[in-house]
């Protein structure tokens, strides 16, 4: 492994980037030493750095149309910016503050925290909506919280967002792909409703471009000659506070093993620097699993040392009860190691940390519009986001940040910005949305940042193909508006249509409910042997959609026992979401007209009806080699069946995948064995017009 700093024996030194390297943090807790919990919520609400600023906030809201902030993680921008408007009268008159996150659970967080903070059931006067999840009442909720995804939602119902007084877009600068549609969506909203005032809150420094993104239009409708009030040019406000210095500590050589280099770095503070929380950045459920058993394991057989760790991974996904432990102040004499996504960037700040371990290393989403794959692949984060992580250490005093790179490699290799997810995403759900909200010109679209035009022509054809678009680029009726209404991505919606037609809508909508959530298995410390077995016992030749649905039935003949779920290894609270999101599918499908209809035992239907929502990612076998190797039969890309699924080593011929990830090697998650005549019979423009004109056979 490689080289270590020696915390103690090297003097620590601290970082000199472009802009003066040092991390300042803000230091209006530093009073607080003895954490959280301790302190009335109104004091604790004072100490915020935005606190300072509440009528600073309030007279440029009222007073220009955007209003750009701009402030440390932790400063108070989502918590306390609400609640200001509200107490302004922004949620009079039955108007309603929305608050944008990109994450989930951010959004549960967050509402959670307000709700406490203003001492309300969560679900009235504060309320939140995501996917599938609505805790908000219409006639009470004053402040809401949602996905932005959410948000486009509420467009196709209300395309003026006419309950909003205020829409605060947080966590601008992550540039998620529905925070880019939503800002492109809300400029033209605010030419049609000059009532209406915008937040666009940020962590970093991206104001000036929002900005003139901003002022480009009111520049145009300032020469229209259009009466302008409130002020059109943004505000821009930045909230930060002096603070406290974090050491950054680079490693001497490159690691090749950042789970084992950070559970290691973790052992070494824990022996060697005073108490003080540790935040671990890593970057899925999947090596944060891999680093809580390596670090457990090692923690134990280290001895006495070690003894006061406390644990706990976070990622979207968790229980509410898992949540609340991450937020729990650390009991005295203990250390809390929490292991996170890069959720913990700049979403959610959590108190006590005192030292940040740094992968350099997040899952991100790429799109190639050649091959027409998009997968999330583990890839370098950018200068920005590593200064964020390193900004997570020491609101209680001076941190440090361990990063698990070379000083060498932060200053020459890493990229200054990320890219914005609109640029290296696959549009089909992008396009389809804004189709139905009317948008028809979509190249022309406002953008903040341009998606590429190949990307979008793939889009286009993809859609096409589903029959969700006619000749003209519109929606076709019924089909396209009907899977515009779907929540879901588009070829899942076209699964649950076509199910329809083929007598098997009951299957297919439990399918779907089940390809919605993260993963449905007990995740298996230690006990892979255990659980390949449990897998073994729902296992079905067809794929692993079957297979699903013979867990699903599983789940309902034992009476929705948790006891059945612990005994197969199954994760009893997803198996209830999942009971819960096919309720809600059920409930838009007949109002789509889809009648509930079982195919009993012919799972022929069930494959013909994933076929018809996924034959964009079908492939055929090409060789044994590697456990087997397939091309995708339309861009003829070499992926691999994942280990995780039943169908893995069986290697039927054709299949088709609902999902890539990439690591060595391209690997389907997912995946169903189809008859390849399937295809030309549901897809015949996708099949008939190759570029590289394969067979099907
Ligand atoms: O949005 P910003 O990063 O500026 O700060 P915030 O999320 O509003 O956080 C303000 C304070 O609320 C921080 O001290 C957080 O630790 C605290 N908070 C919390 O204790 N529990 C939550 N679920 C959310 C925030
Ligand atoms: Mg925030």
């Known amino acids: 492994m490689a080289q270590f700093w020696k915390p103690g024996t090297e003097k620590p030194r601290l970082v000199e980037d472009e802009d003066g390297g040092v991390i300042f943090l803000s230091s209006s807790y530093s009073s607080s030493s003895s954490g959280y919990g301790y302190v009335s919520i109104e004091k604790q609400r004072q100490r915020l750095t935005v606190y300072k600023y509440r009528t600073a906030i309030l007279y440029l809201v009222e007073s220009h149309a955007t209003t750009i902030v701009v402030g440390e993680t932790g400063s108070g921008k989502t918590t306390q910016i609400p609640q200001f408007l509200k107490e302004a009268g922004w949620a009079d008159s039955g108007r309603v503050i929305a608050c944008t996150q990109p994450r989930r659970l951010a959004v549960q967080a967050v509402a959670s925290r307000v709700a406490e903070e203003m001492g309300v059931k969560l679900g009235e006067e504060v309320g939140y909506t995501i996917r599938f999840e609505d805790i908000s009442n219409p006639d009470l909720t004053r402040i809401k919280f949602l996905t932005d995804g959410v948000l486009l939602r509420e467009m196709m119902d209300d395309p003026l967002l006419t309950k909003y007084s205020v829409i605060m877009v947080d966590e601008a600068h992550e540039r998620s792909i529905s925070t880019d549609i939503v800002l492109g969506l809300l400029k033209k909203i605010q030419k049609r409703r000059p009532e209406l005032r915008l937040i666009i809150s940020s962590a970093t420094i991206e104001a000036k471009s929002m900005s003139n993104f901003f002022l480009s239009s009111k520049r145009r409708q300032a020469l229209e000659g259009e009466e302008l009030r409130p002020r059109l040019e943004p505000a821009i406000l930045s909230v930060e506070g002096r603070g406290f210095n ?51 394991e090692e923690a134990r057989s280290n001895g006495k040392n070690s003894s006061g760790l406390i644990i706990l991974p976070l990622y979207s996904g968790l229980t509410r009860a898992e949540q609340d ?165 588009p070829m899942i919606a076209k699964m649950i249509l076509s199910s329809n037609e083929l007598g098997c809508s009951d299957e297919i909508i439990a ?77 838009i499908a007949l109002r789509l007209g889809i009648v509930l209809k079982s195919c009993e035992t012919d799972m022929q239907l069930v494959r013909k009806a994933v076929t018809a929502g996924f034959f964009a990612n079908a492939c055929r076998l090409e060789a044994y080699s590697h456990g087997g190797m397939y091309k995708t039969i339309r861009g003829s890309q070499e992926v691999y069946i994942h280990p995780s699924s039943v169908l893995f080593r069986v290697n039927p011929k054709c299949v088709i995948y609902h999902s890539l990830v990439s690591t060595d090697r391209q690997y389907m998650r997912n995946v169903i064995s189809i008859d390849p005549s399937w295809l030309t019979e549901v897809a015949p423009h996708f099949y008939q017009q190759q570029r590289h004109n394969p067979t099907i056979h």
């Open 325 to 489: 432990l991450i937020f729990s102040p650390t009991p005295k004499g203990k250390r809390k190691v929490v292991i996170s996504t890069n959720i913990a960037e700049t979403s959610l700040t959590l108190e006590g940390i005192v030292y940040v371990v740094d992968s350099g290393f997040s899952k991100q989403r790429f799109y190639n519009p050649i091959s027409d794959i998009e997968n999330l692949v583990v890839a370098p984060i950018s200068k920005a986001s590593a200064r964020q992580r390193a900004g997570r250490a020491g609101r209680l005093r001076p941190g440090m940040c361990y990063r698990l790179y070379t000083e060498e490699y932060f200053l020459n290799e890493m990229s200054v910005q990320g890219i914005p997810e609109i640029q290296r995403s696959n549009l089909v759900s992008c396009v389809i949305q804004l189709k139905a909200l009317g948008i028809d010109n979509i190249l022309g679209f406002d953008w903040p940042a341009s998606p590429s035009p190949e990307s979008m022509i793939r889009a286009l054809e993809v859609l096409f193909s589903l029959g969700v678009l006619d000749d003209d680029a519109k929606l076709t009726s019924p089909v396209g508006f009907q899977v515009a209404e779907i929540p879901l991505e």
């Open 511 to 587: 399918i779907a409910a089940v390809l919605s959530i993260q993963s449905i298995w007990f995740s298996a410390r230690g006990a892979q042997k255990e659980l390949d077995e449990a897998k073994l016992r729902f296992a079905a030749a067809e794929g692993d959609h079957v297979t699903f649905l013979n867990i699903y039935k599983g789940f309902l003949q034992s009476g929705r026992s948790s006891k059945w779920c612990h005994k197969n290894f199954i994760n009893y609270h997803a198996m209830k979401k999942v009971m819960e999101i096919r309720e809600q599918l059920k409930r």
């Open 246 to 296: 974090v050491q950054i500590h680079y490693v001497e050589d490159p690691v090749r093993d950042y789970v084992q280099a950070a559970v290691s770095t973790v052992l070494l503070i824990n022996d060697k620097e005073p108490p003080g929380d540790i935040l671990v950045f890593l970057t899925g459920q999947d090596d944060i699993d891999a680093a809580i058993k390596l670090l457990t």
